[in-house]
């Protein structure tokens, strides 16, 4: 059981890599086109966004339980702000698209490990929350 708890650990914390590469892969394909069309000038929602995003993603390298609950919370808000959000100009290359999707699959690849496997038992919980 440890063997399985220690290859899951391993496997998370190069997903959480991999996401974070994905990610500058991203911001370097697209640093000027993924502003809203409707502002100009600084996104503060996309600095307070990616921010979260780094939290979370920090706090879950440590195991921490506050990191698993802000994970799925930027993951639910990205879903909902996709759909209910402003429109974003979006580069049809297929570079772009490609570490577009390689990213959603990370994320929700970190979203089973971290509610479906044995790596649960190591998050403590927070009082009773997820």
Excluded: Q
């Amino acid at each position: 059981m440890e063997d399985k708890i220690t290859l899951h650990k391993r496997i998370l914390r190069v997903l959480i890599i991999a996401s974070l590469l994905a990610t500058a892969c991203l911001i370097a394909l697209n640093p000027a086109k993924a502003i809203s069309e409707e502002i100009n000038g600084i996104n503060y929602f996309a600095i307070i966004g990616f921010s979260f995003y780094l939290l979370s993603l920090a706090l879950l390298f440590f195991l921490n339980s506050w990191g698993k609950i802000l994970f799925t919370i930027y993951v639910l808000e990205g879903l909902v702000a996709r759909w209910y959000g402003p429109e974003y100009i979006e580069p049809s290359e297929s570079l772009f698209l490609l570490f577009t999707y390689l990213e959603g699959m990370i994320e929700g690849a970190i979203l089973v490990l971290i509610f479906l496997t044995p790596i649960t038992k190591l998050f403590k919980s927070v009082k009773g929350h997820l």
